[in-house]
């Protein structure tokens, strides 16, 4: 992910655009440990909760092995598939350089692991969300395409001052989305499908607003970071989300979200297709702060 108020200066040891070398043969023993506990425990979870694509992307990379993955193996496959990459970041970058990255094709990702006593909760993506979350859906030809589009996007978005409003789509879609499948709702969103209670909870919960995708109403939608999402939309394939993204020319989209109010997060609106009308229990009863 990307976040503003940084320094545009890379830190020490960066390359100007930002990578860093993944260091693979310096992680310990238990750093791997960590990665094959969370690998285990996701891919016991998602048969059934995760879309297809995301299924089929972790098996054509073969994740798991010997514990973290090292990125130039996975993209020895990744390349061959969809001409993406992996490349190494020390955390969060500058938006221009998040946006040139997957312009180009490349997905920056934390090269750190959550330490074994933070399994369930990190503010930080770290390599698990990264590549265990993010890299599966970028062996699809059709998610490639979207998201290297959403990078030019993001450039674009960047000129017009219009990128929390872009942002938005990212969160709902790339981080957070539900897609149609024939035997009911699917996860794809990076931060569900690396998230034990979150990949639960986005399905199974009837606290959240589960609507359908609609390019407009999602970039008016704020979302939440420190909590589980109030409301999911839904898309019915990727191919409609690459084809009303790159399809809709989002100058004037912008020009007329600036006299639009956003939507509360929890509400829904007229138009909406709903999927769950969702009790908002979770949140109302105080998230996170509240749960156990
Ligand atoms: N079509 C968008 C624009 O005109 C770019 C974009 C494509 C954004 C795909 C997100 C995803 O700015
Ligand atoms: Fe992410």
Not at 14 to 35: L, N
């Amino acid at each position: 992910m990307s976040a503003d108020a940084m320094p545009t200066a890379p830190p020490p040891g960066a390359r100007p655009d930002w990578t860093i070398d993944q260091g693979w043969a310096r992680y310990t023993e238990a750093e791997h440990q960590v990665w094959i506990t969370l690998y285990e425990r996701q891919t016991a979870l998602l048969p059934g909760r995760a879309a297809d694509p995301f299924l089929k992307g972790l098996d054509a990379l073969d994740l798991h092995r010997a514990g973290i993955p090292d990125f130039a193996r996975i993209n020895e496959e990744l390349t061959r598939l969809t001409g993406w990459s992996v490349v190494a970041v020390p955390g969060l970058v500058p938006d221009e350089v998040f946006f040139d990255h997957l312009a180009n094709r490349r997905f920056p990702a934390g090269q750190f692991i959550r330490k074994p006593e933070e399994l369930d909760y990190l503010q930080e993506p770290d390599i698990f969300h990264d590549v265990f979350g993010h890299v599966p859906m970028l062996t699809d030809p059709t998610f490639a395409d979207y998201m290297a589009a959403y990078g030019k996007g993001g450039q674009r978005a960047l000129g017009f001052g219009h990128l929390h409003n872009l942002a938005r789509l990212y969160w709902y879609t790339v981080e957070f989305g539900l897609m149609e499948s024939r035997e009911g709702l699917r996860i794809y969103g990076a931060g569900i499908v690396s998230s034990r209670a979150e990949s639960v909870f986005a399905l199974d919960d009837p606290s959240p607003n589960r609507l359908g995708f609609d390019l407009e109403r999602v970039m008016r939608t704020p979302y939440r970071i420190d909590d589980f999402q109030q409301v999911y939309f839904v898309i019915p394939a990727l191919q409609t989300l690459l084809d009303v993204t790159t399809q809709t020319d989002f100058a004037p989209l912008y020009r007329r979200l600036e006299g639009a109010k956003d939507i509360p997060i929890a509400a829904i609106e007229p138009a909406d297709r709903v999927f769950t009308r969702g009790t908002q229990a979770y949140a109302n009863a105080g998230g996170r702060t509240r749960a156990a």
